[in-house]
C-alpha cells in the first residue's frame, strides 16, 4: 500500500493509544501548551453510547474487535502422558479467548471497576526484601514510593478517587486524605467490618476511582449496578476519557484521531523516531511526526509494536538490540472464591440487606500484604527468612449482572457426582434457584505475578491482523511461588466467609491470566542491559520515545495495576514537559 501524503499529521507529542497510560500525557501537555496528538485504534465513544446494554458486554464483547480481525495467539504449557512438558500455542480466534480489554478511546479504563489501592513501599524494592527468587526475574523499581506517592494524590485530586483513610497494618503513608468521600455502600459492608473485627482481620475500605458527588463536569455515580466490564453513562467512572481526554480536547492543544491503527514507528540514521506510520478509517496509509512519541497501547499490544517496528539501527524491534523488549510480562496472581447465603436461613432483614442492588460492597483485607507466618509453606528458596514472603490483597464483590450469574447454572451432577449439562425443566430449576434461593459473595485475591522467562510477547509471523500485520504470540507461563501466596490468602478470605455464615464456601486459585491485568514488557531500570526504559519510562536506546502504559513496570504489586499507571503517567508526563519545552 502506497503513503498518502495528503492530510499526514504533525504535532509536539504523538501518542499511541489512549488509556490510562496515554490520557495524563495528553492532559498535561495540551495544558501546558504542547500540540498533542492522539492515535486510538478504536472509535470514539461517549456516555450515550454506554448505556447499560447485557448482551453487548457479556455476549457480543461490543467494545472490542472480532477476533476473526484481530486475535492473538496464547501459548500454554502442556505435559504428555510420560511426563514431558511443552509449549504449544492457539489462536484467539480458535479458542474464543479474548485478550483486548477495550478499544475505544480511554481504553479500559472505560470498564474499570475502579478499585484504587496504592502500591506500598515494599513493592517498590522486592528483591531487596526478600532476596532473589529461583525461577525469576525480580528487580527493585529504580523509584521509590516516595518518589511516587505525590502523583497518586494527583489522581486522587484530578481523575477522582473516592475513599476514606483508616488505621489498618499495611497502611502506605499518604500526604493527604481522599479528596472524595465514600461512595454509597452495602449493608453486606457492615456484615465484613463485623466478622472481620470478630476473628481479628482489619476490614478496609476500598478507594474507588468513581465519583461519590459531581465535580469537574461530571455527575456522581448513580449505583445502577452495573460497574465492571460496563461504561459509564453518568461520567462518574474515571476514565482516561472523562477525567483527562475531554479536558485536553477542550484546551484546544489535544487532537484525537479515532480509529487510527498504528503498524509501525520508523526511525533515522540516528535512531530516533522520524515517524508513525498508521491506517485511518478508511484503511489509507498515514504518516504522523512529532518531536516526541508516546507508546500506551497496553502490555501486550505496546510489545507488539515495538517488535514490528524494525529498522537499519533496530533490526530486533525498536529500543530492543538488548533483546528485552517482550521479556518480563505480567498479570496478577491469584484467584477467586465464594460464599453461598441462603434466604431460608436468614430473617427478613438480612434477606432484604443481601437483595439490595447499587451501593457498593468496599471492603477490602491487605492483612498479609507481607507474610509473616512460620506455617506458611511456600517454596523458601530464596525469599527471604522463613516463613516470610510478599503477600497480597483480597476484595469482595457481588455479580450483579444476571447474565453472569446465569452463567453455570447449566451445570449439574448426576448421581454418581459427575458434571452433567442440564436440559429442560432441570434447567430452568436451576436458574430459579440462583435468583431466588440464595445470593452469593464472592472475593478476588490479588498478588504477584512473578517475572519469570516463560512469560512474554513475540511476533507470530503466521498469524496476521486483518491489515497483514503479524499478531502478538503471548506465552503465559506462571511461576509456582504464586500460586501458594494465593492458596494462602484464599484460605484466609475463606475463614471470613465461614464466620459470616455462608455455605458452599469454595476458592480457586490458577496459574490462568486474568487479561485484564497486565503490566510489564518494556520495564523500566537503571541498566540498559536489563531494562528497556530508564525511570523516567525514556527508552535507552531511543531519545524521543517513552513508553508509559502498565508495560513500565518490573514486578505488579499486589492491586490491580490502574491507578499506578495513572499516577507514573502524571510523574512521567512532568519529565517530558520538560523535554519539549528543551525542544521547543
Known amino acids: 500500500m502506497t503513503t498518502s501524503q495528503t492530510n499526514n499529521l504533525s504535532a509536539d507529542i504523538c501518542i499511541i493509544g489512549s488509556g490510562a497510560g496515554a490520557s495524563p500525557i495528553a ?23 454506554f448505556f447499560k446494554d447485557e448482551l453487548a458486554i457479556s455476549v457480543h464483547d461490543a467494545y472490542n474487535p472480532k477476533l476473526s480481525d484481530e486475535e492473538h495467539v496464547i501459548e500454554e504449557e502442556y505435559e504428555t ?49 526478600f532476596g532473589d527468587i529461583e525461577g525469576a526475574n525480580v528487580a527493585d523499581w529504580p523509584i521509590s514510593y516516595e518518589e511516587l506517592e505525590p502523583y497518586y494524590a494527583m489522581v486522587e485530586r484530578i481523575v477522582g478517587v473516592s475513599g476514606r483513610v483508616v488505621d489498618h497494618p499495611h497502611q502506605e503513608p499518604r500526604s493527604a486524605d481522599f479528596p472524595y468521600p465514600p461512595v454509597a455502600e452495602s449493608p453486606i459492608s457492615s456484615w465484613i467490618d463485623q466478622a472481620a473485627n470478630n476473628i481479628g482481620y482489619h476490614a478496609i475500605p476500598v ?52 480509529n487510527s491503527k498504528v503498524f509501525h ?84 432483614e438480612k434477606v432484604a440487606d443481601l437483595k439490595t442492588v447499587g451501593p457498593f460492597i468496599n471492603r477490602a483485607l491487605q492483612d498479609w500484604y507481607q507474610i509473616n507466618d512460620k506455617k506458611f509453606a511456600a517454596s523458601q528458596q530464596g525469599i527471604g527468612k522463613a516463613g516470610t514472603a510478599k503477600g497480597g490483597t483480597i476484595d469482595f464483590l457481588f455479580h450483579q449482572n444476571p447474565i453472569a450469574r446465569a452463567r453455570g447454572t447449566q451445570w ?45 510477547v513475540s511476533l507470530d509471523e503466521n498469524t496476521t491482523d486483518q491489515w497483514g ?24 478470605a475463606e475463614k471470613l466467609l465461614a464466620e459470616l455464615g455462608a455455605k458452599n464456601i469454595s476458592s480457586s486459585v490458577s496459574g490462568s491470566p486474568a487479561t485484564n491485568l497486565m503490566a510489564g514488557g518494556c520495564r523500566f531500570g537503571n541498566d540498559p542491559q536489563t531494562s528497556v526504559l530508564n525511570k523516567h519510562c525514556q527508552a535507552h536506546e531511543v531519545s524521543n520515545l517513552y513508553v508509559t502504559d502498565g508495560s513500565f513496570m518490573p514486578t505488579g504489586g499486589s492491586v490491580p495495576y490502574t491507578f499506578t499507571i495513572y499516577a507514573n503517567a502524571f510523574r512521567v508526563a512532568e519529565h517530558i514537559k520538560s523535554q519539549w519545552q528543551h525542544y521547543s
Not at 504542547?34 to 453510547?49: C, D, I, N, R
Request: hydrophobic letters at 30%.
Open 265 to 348: 514507528i520508523a526511525t533515522n540514521s540516528q535512531g530516533e523516531i522520524s515517524g508513525v506510520h498508521y491506517y485511518d478509517s478508511q484503511g489509507r496509509e498515514k504518516i504522523a511526526t512529532a518531536k516526541i512519541y508516546v507508546v500506551a497501547c497496553q502490555a501486550v499490544e505496546t510489545s507488539r509494536l515495538l517488535l514490528a517496528s524494525k529498522g537499519d539501527k533496530f533490526p530486533q524491534g525498536l529500543a530492543n538490540n538488548n533483546g528485552q523488549v517482550g521479556k518480563n510480562l505480567l498479570f496478577s496472581g491469584g484467584g477467586t472464591g465464594q460464599g453461598d447465603f441462603i434466604y431460608n436461613e436468614l430473617t427478613p
Open 81 to 129: 502422558s510420560d511426563g514431558v512438558s511443552f509449549w504449544q500455542g492457539e489462536k484467539t480466534s480458535d479458542s474464543g479467548w479474548s485478550w483486548w480489554n477495550g478499544n475505544v478511546v480511554g481504553g479500559s479504563s472505560n470498564f474499570m471497576s475502579g478499585y484504587f489501592h496504592r502500591l506500598k513501599p515494599i513493592d517498590f524494592r522486592l528483591k531487596t526484601e
Open 469 to 492: 500485520d503479524p499478531v502478538a504470540n503471548v506465552r503465559i507461563g506462571y511461576h509456582q511461588h504464586d500460586l501458594e501466596v494465593g492458596s494462602y490468602l484464599a484460605e484466609k
Open 27 to 49: 492532559y498535561s501537555l495540551a495544558n501546558a501548551g504542547a500540540k498533542v496528538l492522539v492515535l486510538e485504534k478504536g472509535p470514539w465513544l461517549t456516555e450515550k453510547e
Open 412 to 456: 449439574g451432577e448426576d448421581e454418581q457426582g459427575n458434571s452433567q449439562l442440564l436440559w429442560g425443566e432441570a434447567l430452568k430449576q436451576s436458574m430459579r434457584s440462583e435468583f431466588t434461593r440464595y445470593k452469593t459473595l464472592r472475593f478476588e485475591v490479588f498478588n504477584d505475578w512473578l517475572p519469570n522467562d516463560n512469560c512474554f
Open 207 to 258: 478507594p474507588r476511582a468513581i465519583l461519590s458527588r459531581p465535580a469537574m463536569g461530571r455527575r456522581s455515580c448513580e449505583y445502577s449496578g452495573y460497574c465492571s466490564s460496563y461504561g459509564c453513562s453518568s461520567g462518574a467512572k474515571g476514565s482516561g476519557r472523562a477525567a483527562l481526554l475531554n479536558h485536553a480536547v477542550a484546551s484546544g492543544n489535544c487532537t484525537i484521531k479515532p
